[in-house]
């Protein structure tokens, strides 16, 4: 059972557009939720993150907007650029145990 | 240069045979991960520990295994009992400090059987 679920599978924006990546959980021991960005053939780097006590987070062009009630977050970029271009994946951490469980990612690519 | 060292970056491996895939970390992170990403299904946790000599079945350990005998060491071992082991692999560490909260990730080693 998938205990992050992320949407859309892929996305393709124009240049300067804005990307949008949701994802939602069930799990209220979830304490934690990071962003990472993947480029082809290397491990995935940390964006951009959020706590539950928190309902925004912006970083540059990366924006995590936070919904407890909903149990929801998503990833907001801000004039996307072809850079951009690589697969982002959510998660959450359990507040036990140190347990980190990821979406399924999104394929982003911008177009010029 | 701090971080996570993973190798081989690429391995090939005859059906029937183990291998070991390194990771070592010079973070002085207590926790260490193994991943296994397959396209489509994002990152699948196999095992994991938090302290030497102790570490914990994730979703997919059937058919891996792992040791954790120094704090910056956690090799994967990959077995003949993997029916499907073709897959990018990801290690990764942890401090488990909940202030800190950011796990860092290897560069990955890809895995095909022949």
């Known amino acids: 059972q998938q205990q992050v679920k992320q949407s859309p599978q892929s996305l393709i924006v124009q240049k300067g557009g804005i990307s949008i990546i949701n994802c939602a959980y069930e799990n209220t021991a979830f304490d934690y939720f990071p962003w990472y960005q993947q480029f082809p053939g290397k491990g995935p780097a940390l964006l951009i993150a959020i706590r539950p006590d928190v309902s925004e987070k912006k970083e540059g062009r990366f924006t995590i907007s936070f919904n407890k009630s909903a149990k929801q977050f998503s990833l907001h970029i801000m004039d996307s650029q072809p850079g951009d271009s690589a697969t982002y994946f959510c998660?959450?951490?359990?507040?036990?145990?140190?347990?980190?469980?990821f979406g399924t990612g999104t394929s982003l690519t911008v177009i010029p | 240069d701090g971080g996570i060292t993973q190798s081989p970056k690429y391995l090939f491996r005859k059906e029937g045979q183990n291998v070991t895939l390194s990771c070592e970390q010079n973070?002085?992170?207590?926790?260490m991960y193994w991943y296994r990403q397959d396209p489509g299904q994002g990152l699948r946790l196999i095992y994991y520990?938090?302290?030497?000599?102790?570490?914990q079945k994730g979703d997919i350990a059937e058919g891996y295994s792992v040791s954790r005998e120094k704090k910056e060491s956690f090799p994967l071992t990959v077995t003949s009992a993997q029916k499907n082991p073709t897959a990018f692999y990801l290690c990764?560490?942890?401090?488990?400090?909940?202030?800190?909260?950011?796990?860092?990730f290897g560069p990955g080693t890809r895995l095909t059987v022949l």
């Open positions: 990764a560490s942890s401090m488990l400090d909940p202030a800190y909260n950011e796990q860092f």
């Open positions: 998660a959450a951490r359990r507040n036990t145990g140190n347990q980190f469980y």
């Open positions: 520990s938090q302290i030497v000599n102790d570490f």
């Open positions: 973070l002085n992170h207590d926790a």
